[in-house]
């Protein structure tokens, strides 16, 4: 806040040159809160639960042979070790469980949007290339500083203000924000691109208000 401990700089510090890889994935996975439906659920369930069964194969597979494991994941044979026995309980259990709740998933998502069609998505003609176009990713605010005016007043509120210079702790809030109002209820229904660029709008116009007064709702509500 304004007359803390740590006084407001003068003027914007310029961002820092460099730009870590795992600042990068970071960001990444924070944009996947634009995705929707099977997609977010394949990112955020289906990868870890796969990668899960390939460890598990491939230990089985050391011990045996890959033929057999997959015998065993499909309960054609019976498990005749520990690794098998693992092996075949999550073919028992998990695989059935992903296969149907995918499944189950992808329905009721159908049912759900019969009637439930964003007001952006009125009208317009949804393109192939819009179709297959990758998701974006949040902005980094590094490029803002030498931006348009608007996106220079947000850094100068946002960074020097509310966060004194600490490009690194403004970028990390400023995901989090972005990330978490992707995820709320009046978001669900916009396609991946206008999911971001709407969140991103909104955070704008509301954190830029705060941040002149010296306030992030990230750091407060971490406090």
């Known amino acids: 806040m304004i007359g803390g401990p740590i006084p407001v700089p003068t ?20 944009s996947r809160k634009a995705l929707k439906g099977v997609t977010q659920w394949i990112l955020d369930w289906g990868l870890p639960m796969a990668v899960v069964l390939a460890v598990v194969y491939v230990m089985g597979a050391r ?5 057999q494991v997959y015998q ?24 059935p469980a992903i296969i149907g709740g995918f499944a ?12 439930s069609v964003s007001t952006a998505t009125l009208f317009r003609r949804r393109r192939m290339k819009d179709r297959l176009r990758l998701p974006g990713l949040i902005d980094d605010l590094g ?17 020097r203000i ?30 991946r691109h206008e999911c971001l660029r709407q969140a991103q709008n909104t955070g704008k116009m509301a954190l830029g208000v705060t941040a002149r007064m010296g306030a992030c709702v990230v750091c407060d509500r971490r406090r």
Request: proline content about 5%; aromatic content about 12%.
């Open 11 to 30: 003027q914007l510090e310029l961002p820092p040159d460099r730009r870590r890889t795992l600042r990068r994935l970071r960001r990444a996975w924070r």
């Open 72 to 95: 065993f994941f499909t309960l054609i044979h019976e498990p005749d070790g520990r690794k098998a026995w693992i092996a075949s309980l999550i073919g028992w259990l998990l695989v």
């Open 162 to 191: 509310a966060h004194r210079n600490d490009w690194v702790k403004a970028q990390d809030h400023w995901e989090v924000y972005v990330r978490d109002l992707m995820s709320t209820q009046q978001y669900a229904h916009l396609d």
């Open 104 to 115: 189950g998933h992808v329905i009721a998502e159908r049912i759900n949007r019969v009637k």
């Open 143 to 159: 490029p803002y500083f030498h931006g348009t005016y608007a996106r220079q007043d947000f850094v100068d509120g946002w960074v």
């Open 63 to 67: 011990a045996t042979s890959p033929s």
